[in-house]
């Protein structure tokens, strides 16, 4: 039977647990819980990396405006540890506030580039501060030589890989793929929000993003197809905050598909749950 992973909830017990490991043989899958099987994929790719695999789970604070769901967010503690335990995990880093936030805390990582695309950042300006900053804890804390991160939340996966890159950190980013319900609707801890209706709504984002980039792909106009995306998402009920088409890498806008490669990005309310997606053209 697999063993319950070593449950860390502070730095000197983190590093005990961690002492006899080297940066080659640790992967780091960080989350804030409320794992589904996007989370698990994350884990799988770290197994194939690196004979420790530690996932974190912290709902991290400093990434939430105090109109988000920080208070509401869904925990799921002991379905979390059940499936750790049966992905074979080690070691789960599952620090409290005050251990990851002293009440003296007063450093900050302030990401841009990525991070003040205009995409996430327009509609949550603290956001990418707080993931940067926790991020960056994390891989201090850890000390892993991969990190797993889903191209689900697209924007932070190029907001951290530009952070890793820019402060010299040992460690390799590693992207992995969305994981999708059969419908298409990207896996999402938020799902559990939807209501019934908002459910049979939501695979809309994922059928637009695919026919515009198919669209896109066959040479058609870049702002037209997006107008009528944008439309589409509308009639499903949702209200849009944006449905973009940007430079994979750089997220800087793009008006042709000549202007590099291409990602598709939206993010769109229903009722008062927020979705993101994003695709490749
Ligand atoms: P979260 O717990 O939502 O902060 O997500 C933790 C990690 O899981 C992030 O790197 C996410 O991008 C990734 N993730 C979330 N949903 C999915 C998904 N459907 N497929 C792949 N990765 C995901």
């Known amino acids: 039977m697999a063993r319950r992973p070593t449950i860390a909830r502070t730095v000197p017990a983190l590093r005990r647990a961690l002492a006899k490991a080297d940066r080659g043989d640790i992967a780091l899958v960080p989350t804030m819980g409320a794992l589904h099987d996007g989370h698990i994929a994350l884990v799988r790719r770290a197994r194939r990396l690196a004979r420790r695999v530690v996932v974190s789970i912290f709902v991290n604070p400093t990434q939430f405006a105090p109109s988000e769901d920080l208070g ?9 540890i059940a499936k750790l335990t049966a ?38 300006p603290h956001f990418f501060g707080g993931v940067a900053t926790v991020c960056t804890k994390l891989f201090t804390q850890v000390e892993p030589g991969f990190a797993l991160f889903g ?9 951290i890989t530009q952070a890793v890159r820019d402060l010299d950190l040992p ?4 992207p992995v793929p969305t994981v999708r319900e059969k419908d298409g609707l990207a896996l999402s801890s938020r799902n ?3 209501s019934t209706d ?3 709504a939501a695979p809309v984002l994922y059928r637009t993003l695919k026919s515009s980039a198919s669209r896109i792909k066959a040479g058609e106009v870049i702002a037209k197809v997006l107008a009528d995306g ?8 949702f209200v849009l905050d944006y449905l973009e088409a940007r430079h994979a890498r750089t997220l800087a806008s793009v008006t042709s598909r000549d202007d590099g490669p291409l990602r598709l990005l939206v993010a769109a ?10 695709v490749a053209v």
């Open 151 to 159: 191209e689900k939340d697209y924007q932070q996966l190029r907001v």
């Open 87 to 124: 992905e074979n995990v080690s070691l789960v880093w599952a620090p409290t506030a005050d251990v990851m936030y002293p009440e003296d805390f007063a450093t900050r990582v302030d990401p841009a580039g990525a991070a003040k695309a205009g995409l996430e950042d327009k509609f949550r």
């Open 198 to 200: 908002e459910r049979a």
């Open 269 to 278: 309310r229903i009722g008062t749950t927020r979705l993101i997606d994003n």
């Open 171 to 174: 460690l390799r980013i590693v």
């Open 72 to 80: 509401t967010y869904p925990r799921t503690w002991a379905a979390d």
């Open 192 to 194: 559990v929000y939807l």
């Open 230 to 237: 944008a439309n589409d998402i509308a009639r499903a009920g």
